[in-house]
């Protein structure tokens, strides 16, 4: 017995389908920087905003929503035990 016998067109198909899935691929990482831009954008002047918030003194308190706040501290503490929650 002899090893195993590929089909000729094989690597041929392999090489399609592999090329199709590259530009998939490439055009999913283009949908993502997209949307990732798309992002920042939208979220610029809330984050000027929030920067003129902490630059004022005790913005800090104000820059976030206590909820936010809130599951931070409580997911710090799970991996730093100085954190109090």
């Avoid at 530009?23 to 992002?39: I, V, Y």
């Avoid at 920042?40 to 909820?67: C, F, S």
Wanted: aromatic share 6%; no cysteine; net charge positive.
């Amino acid at each position: 017995m002899g090893g195993l016998a590929w089909p000729v067109n094989y690597m041929a198909s392999f090489q399609v389908k592999l090329g199709d899935g590259l530009g998939s691929f490439e055009a999913g990482l283009h949908n993502q920087r997209d949307a990732a831009a798309t992002r920042v954008v939208d979220g610029a002047e809330r984050r000027r905003q929030r920067i003129g918030l902490l630059r004022e003194r005790g913005g800090i308190a104000r820059a976030d929503e206590p909820e936010r706040i809130a599951s931070r501290i409580d997911r710090l503490s799970r991996y730093h035990s100085d954190v109090a929650q």
